[in-house]
T-cell receptor, first 113, second 109 residues
Framework: DTEVTQTPKHLVMGMTNKKSLKCEQH?????MYWYKQKAKKPPELMFV???????INESVPSRFSPECPNSSLLNLHLHALQPEDSALYLC????????????FGPGTRLTVT | DAKTTQPNSMESNEEEPVHLPCNHS???????IHWYRQLPSQGPEYVIH???SNVNNRMASLAIAEDRKSSTLILHRATLRDAAVYYC??????????FGPGTRLSVLP
């Protein structure tokens, strides 16, 4: 199994809703990442987990809350989002943080109304 | 993070070779050169990476200049499915991937 899966594919939520994005990989990778990508822009790093511990938070607002329950799963909990948070949210994983390539999932397209 | 510069867009005809350039004049000795591509409505996909020597795989070839200040991704026969945004990224071990704007490749039938 050499893929990163993300659910749901699409999500529409109101500004008062709470929702979660899920990412899963079964490649034995020990580093996992969340990126945000606005339309026609490159992906921007949000969070990095290394060996299930949060190692990087790129000054992301607290309405985004990551969680890594085990080495295969990565969640992104969403609460009180703003319309400008509408974007494609990409999950990626790599063997570890030491210069190896990252494998990306297909993303969750989020719309905040 | 060392920066890269790429053309905003390029066009190619189907079944012809494509050479996608990337300049990285401030590259450090331990930076690997990575190439990713992103097809419409998909996540980025690994293409190839290298340090000093030219590299080949089933998708593409990577030609690295002797001084490492530039590199070229070569698609040997472009197909319509190769139309994508191609990102050239420098990364040292343990650093983050920082995506630049990339090159949008159009392939004409």
């Amino acid at each position: 199994d050499t893929e990163v899966t993300q659910t749901p594919k699409h999500l529409v939520m109101g500004m008062t809703n709470k929702k979660s994005l899920k990412c899963e990989q079964h490649m034995g990778h020990r580093a996992m990442y969340w990126y945000k990508q606005k339309a026609k822009k490159p992906p921007e790093l949000m969070f990095v987990y290394s060996y299930e511990k949060l190692s990087i938070n790129e000054s992301v607002p607290s309405r985004f809350s990551p969680e890594c329950p085990n080495s295969s799963l990565l969640n992104l909990h969403l609460h009180a989002l703003q319309p400008e948070d509408s974007a494609l949210y990409l999950c990626a994983s790599s063997q570890d943080r030491t210069g190896t390539s990252e494998f990306f999932g297909p993303g969750t397209r989020l719309t905040v109304t | 993070d060392a920066k890269t510069t790429q053309p905003n867009s390029m066009e190619s005809n189907e079944e012809e070779p494509v050479h996608l350039p990337c300049n990285h004049s401030t590259i450090s000795g331990t930076d690997y050169i990575h190439w990713y591509r992103q097809l419409p409505s998909q996540g980025p996909e690994y293409v190839i990476h290298g340090l000093t020597s030219n590299v080949n795989n089933r998708m593409a070839s990577l030609a690295i200049a002797e001084d490492r200040k530039s590199s070229t991704l070569i698609l040997h026969r472009a197909t319509l499915r190769d139309a994508a945004v191609y990102y050239c990224i420098l990364r040292d071990g343990g650093q983050n991937f920082v995506f630049g704007p990339g090159t949008r490749l159009s392939v004409l039938p």
